[in-house]
């Protein structure tokens, strides 16, 4: 393990799997604690709201597993503390700190294009935090999404995915402690400070509706807001477009 892996969470590492968020939420049936499990490929990655995820070798899929014993809603909230931990990671990576952001709910931007993404999933009492990030290789851009965009491609750099995990896990557990010690706020604070397009006209298309309006921000529960025609919109769950 590297220096500064932190104490006491596990470290697996596997040649190819359907899906690390599937191993975790397989392995959660028998935890022995919090753990991070790295596929070096993955044949059934799974993105939001159903979607696939594109992952070849090169490209980074880990997820973690731990039990967050809060409220469900509260443990939800670990998709921001997720999201900055991974942009540290990335900035350490390649020095590079003003070529990324956060993008509402969970991806993190590169160049202002997407790089990576985010799924939460629980298990029982369990949570899966699970993160990918397009390092050589990125899918085929789809109408209307976010281009997407591969680390490699953007600036020449190649970071392994066992590289990324190693400086992660220890971001991870900063934001970690931040946000069992104090809660919410320095978290949300931090992301603020990060997120692309804040104060600027965004869509976001939920299940049902397609709102427009300013990107204000975000409540304590993590909902977007949104300053709309007819007033402030608290929106727990949407894709947001620029
Ligand atoms: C998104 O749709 O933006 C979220 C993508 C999350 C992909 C990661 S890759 C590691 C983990 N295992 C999965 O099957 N999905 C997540």
């Given amino acids: 393990l590297s220096a500064n892996w932190p104490k006491g969470v596990g470290r697996s590492v596997l040649p190819e799997i359907d899906s690390t968020n599937a191993e975790a939420a397989r392995r959660a049936d028998r ?5 991070w499990i790295l596929a070096l490929h993955q044949t059934k990655g799974r993105g939001r709201r159903g ?6 070798a090169g490209n980074f899929a880990a997820s973690y597993l731990l039990r967050p014993d809060m409220a469900p809603a509260q443990a939800a909230l670990y998709s921001f503390v ?9 900035v350490t990576a390649t020095g590079r700190a003003e070529s990324f952001a956060l993008k509402w ?3 993190v931007l590169l160049h202002g294009a997407k790089l990576a993404g985010i799924l939460l999933e629980t298990s029982g009492p369990y949570l899966v935090i699970g993160i990918g990030v397009n390092l050589v290789d990125h899918p085929e851009p789809e109408p209307g999404a976010l281009r997407p965009v591969s680390l490699m491609g953007e600036t020449g750099l190649r970071v392994t995915p066992e590289e990324l995990l190693d400086l992660l896990a220890p971001a991870f557990a900063h934001w970690q402690a931040q ?3 104090y809660g919410f ?3 949300r604070t931090a ?3 990060r ?8 869509v976001a298309r939920t299940v049902t509706d397609t709102h427009d309006g300013t990107f204000e921000g975000i409540d304590a529960d993590g909902a977007l807001l949104l300053r709309a025609a007819h007033g402030l919109r608290t929106i727990p769950a949407a894709d947001v477009f620029f």
Avoid: K
């Avoid at 935890?31 to 753990?35: D, I, L, V």
């Avoid at 979607?51 to 070849?56: G, K, L, T």
């Avoid at 997120?195 to 965004?202: H, P, Y």
């Fill in 105 to 107: 709910p969970n991806d």
């Fill in 195 to 202: 997120a692309a397009r804040l104060g600027e006209r965004i």
């Fill in 191 to 193: 992301w603020l400070a």
């Fill in 31 to 35: 935890f022995a604690g919090p753990e």
């Fill in 82 to 90: 997720a999201s900055l931990a991974l942009q540290d990671a990335l």
């Fill in 51 to 56: 979607r696939a995820w594109h992952d070849p």
């Fill in 185 to 187: 706020a320095p978290i």
């Fill in 179 to 181: 946000f069992t010690a």
